[in-house]
Nanobody, 124 residues
Framework: QTQLVESGGGLVQPGGSLRLSCTVS????????VGWFRQAPGKEREGVSC????????EYIDDVKGRFTVSRDNAKDTAYLEMSSLKPEDTAVYYC?????????????????WGKGTLVTVSS
């Protein structure tokens, strides 16, 4: 079964940090671009960051530049989103996606495989 699984979400205070992980089953992640997306309560899902298959190209939305870092370990078939200086407005369900990701562009095209998401709550 083709599946992505996010982990690492949770409750964190403003200014804190979290690292999200994205693991895969049913296919080999290392051959594909990976995107990170989020959906805040009452808002549409938005692209946050993406990384090329080899890791040489990354992109971020302006809102997270300098605070979030996307990376991958192809030997472990895992992608990461390191988040620091978190703000309450970063509160959302975070999703990883792969296979048909436009990067640069942080866009998920038809056929993209999605995880079920992990909740990040930034609150004091």
């Amino acid at each position: 079964q083709t599946q992505l699984v996010e982990s690492g979400g949770g409750l964190v205070q403003p200014g804190g940090s979290l690292r999200l992980s994205c693991t895969v089953s049913g296919f080999t992640l290392r051959y594909y671009k990976v995107g990170w997306f989020r959906q805040a309560p009452g808002k549409e899902r938005e692209g946050v960051s993406c990384i090329s298959s080899g890791g040489g190209t990354t992109e971020y939305i302006d809102d997270v530049k300098g605070r979030f870092t996307v990376s991958r370990d192809n030997a472990k078939d895992t992608a990461y989103l390191e988040m620091s200086s978190l703000k309450p407005e970063d509160t959302a369900v975070y999703y990883c996606a792969a296979q048909f990701i436009r990067c640069p562009g942080i866009e998920a095209m038809r056929g993209t495989v999605w995880g079920k998401g992990t909740l990040v709550t930034v609150s004091s």
